[in-house]
């Protein structure tokens, strides 16, 4: 390589190895890629070849019961609550982080509390959840009742927001302040009503933090198997709780069930990346 | 719009979403000082004699013992590989680096049930030992995701034309590595470690296939007792676990800043 500025020559630097050498980054990428492939991509592979029947009867009999009845249900069930759960974190994660972003004093404070539950294990905050709806918790005391929450479709669906509100609130909140203020001020100059300003300058600027936080808060909210497991009712239970279940009698059957809701995902987040592309959003992270 | 009514117009948000994140941590935390025997607030007052019956109780002193062994185990297998891919990914360009990328980030996307029923077949048929092995692996698995993301973000704002700057003064390979880029990485990678250790400490859903009598989670005995029956104890045991996870995130954000 030779540098050259005018006529001046410099010296014939060789860079040394380390930076000519761009193979190494590339063997780390490979250990792990390969950790993940051993412990987890081919485990999972496994899974869907113990989905198929190759003894008596065809191929796809577990499949026939997997998208049999109740079965088909719970994963429509389980597709519905992770809607509704992402819209609730949706309005309540962008209308916190608005005001956390453009009005509040104490932003770092305020952003703090909402992580903190992250460092909190999630089984302990399905527990407070709970404690505070139970005969011994301070709504059934103050009220008499707990409204039929507890054990409840209502219950699952409040505990996985508490659970997966700060995924939303902290893509959505990154956004926001990414804005350039120039632009917001400028909308309010030429005469837009702060609601206009909103609708046609902020929205659209941090829709790429909305994407990502539907993408987290939806995909964790479908594969829950606690919520359900101590805030719902018998008739509240997800995919991940079937599946768990049928593990116990029929290793295929769970296998099976897996893969169909696996596969649902995939389809949905299919779709939803037809409509914006998740890898770009992922790589904001 | 007033300053006072525009802030009016998000009280109703505040008031809810700090309350739906923080009241299930603080009921935890204050229903583990009850004087009573049921999980009631400490409204007639305050004891710790649920904390008394928790360092009693061996199976659950047990089982911290295992939790910790399991996380500090997941925080250096994870926070290694997690680091090594990251700085990879960071140093190199290559086709489809998006898509191996998000790869990467695929334990995060299918349900940890499925990751725990398909690492106990996978583990059954390689004869990978039940217990401690399996857990930690899986773990390893659970926890790679965040430990790529949080590493990766960190390494992002490093400037590689330190290392350059440092060879060129002078300084050969090796104490350009030990003098630049380890000073750099390393606070990044403790991150990654806490961080692992974290999600490793309280992990439920796909442990639960692969603990054994004798390597029971803590997780596990909190799920237990909720379902069995409710006494304060249980409280006392999530809250020590809350001050662990805390103390444990302040070290991470304090050795990251």
Same mark, same amino acid.
């Given at each position: 390589m030779k540098f050259g500025i005018g006529n001046v020559r410099l010296p014939n630097v060789k860079p040394p190895s380390m930076l000519r050498d761009r193979s190494m980054p590339k063997l780390l990428v490979m250990i792990g890629l390969g950790w993940l492939s051993l412990f987890f991509i081919i485990p999972v592979i496994v899974l869907l070849f113990e989905s198929?029947?190759?003894? =008596? /009867?065809?191929?796809l009999d577990n499949y026939r019961q997997a998208l049999s009845g109740t079965y088909v249900r719970t994963l429509g069930r389980t597709l519905a609550y992770a809607f509704v759960t992402t819209v609730v974190c949706l309005i309540l994660g962008y209308w916190i982080s608005y005001y956390i972003a453009?009005?509040?004093?104490h932003k770092t404070l305020m952003l703090a509390f909402v992580l903190l @539950?992250?460092?909190?294990?999630i089984i302990i905050r399905y527990f407070g959840v709970s404690l505070f709806f139970l @005969?011994? /918790?301070p709504v059934q005391q103050l009220f008499g009742t707990d409204f039929g929450i507890l054990f409840s479709t209502t219950g699952t669906i409040i505990g996985l927001t508490s659970a997966l509100l700060p995924f939303a609130t902290l893509p959505i909140y990154n956004a926001l302040q990414s804005i350039d203020e120039e632009y917001i001020h400028a909308s309010q100059v030429l005469g837009a009503t702060p609601l206009k300003t909103l609708r046609t300058v902020i929205f659209p600027l941090s829709l790429s933090g909305i994407i990502a936080g539907a993408l987290f808060v939806y995909i964790l909210a479908a594969g829950s198997f606690l919520a359900p497991a101590i805030?719902? /009712?018998? /008739? =509240?239970?997800m995919m991940a709780n079937i599946i768990e279940q049928s593990f116990s009698y029929s290793i295929p059957l769970a296998a099976a069930l897996s893969v169909v809701f696996t596969v649902a995902l995939l389809i949905l987040i299919g779709i939803f990346n037809h409509y914006a592309n998740i890898s770009e959003v992922l790589s904001d992270l | 719009m007033s300053r006072l009514s525009g802030r009016l117009a998000f009280f109703p948000a505040i008031l809810l979403v700090y309350a739906i994140l923080l009241i299930p941590i603080v009921i935890v935390i204050a229903t +583990?000082?009850?004087?009573? +025997?049921?999980? #009631?607030?400490p409204t007639d007052g305050v004891s710790l004699e649920w904390y008394a019956e928790l360092f009693q109780n061996q199976r659950l002193l047990d089982a911290m013992v295992v939790s910790t062994i399991v996380a500090s185990a997941t925080a250096v297998v994870a926070g290694i590989i997690g680091t090594i891919t990251a700085f990879g990914f960071v140093r190199s360009e290559f086709k489809m680096k998006e898509t191996l990328a998000t790869i990467m980030l695929l334990p995060l996307m299918i349900s940890p049930v499925i990751t725990g029923v398909a690492f106990l077949r996978f583990g059954g048929y390689l004869q990978i030992p039940r217990g401690y092995p399996q857990i930690i692996l899986a773990h390893s698995i659970l926890a790679l995701p965040f430990v790529f993301l949080i590493v990766r973000s960190r390494l992002l #704002?490093?400037?590689e034309r330190l290392e350059d700057a440092s060879m060129i003064m002078g300084a050969n390979r090796l104490e350009t590595t030990f003098n630049v880029t380890i000073p750099v990485i390393a606070p990044a990678m403790i991150a990654g470690m806490l961080i692992a250790f974290v999600i490793s400490f309280g992990e439920f859903t796909a442990t639960q296939f692969l603990v054994t009598p004798s390597t029971t989670t803590v997780p596990i005995i909190i799920f237990n007792q909720i379902q069995t029956g409710l006494s304060p104890e249980i409280s006392a045991l999530a809250t020590t676990l809350v001050v662990i996870m805390v103390i444990v995130s302040i070290l991470g954000d304090w050795i990251g800043s």
């Open positions: 198929f029947n190759f003894g =008596d /009867g065809a191929l453009f009005k509040a004093e @539950p992250l460092w909190i294990a @005969p011994t /918790g805030l719902g /009712g018998p /008739g =509240d239970f | +583990s000082f009850t004087v009573q +025997s049921a999980p #009631t607030l #704002t490093f400037d």
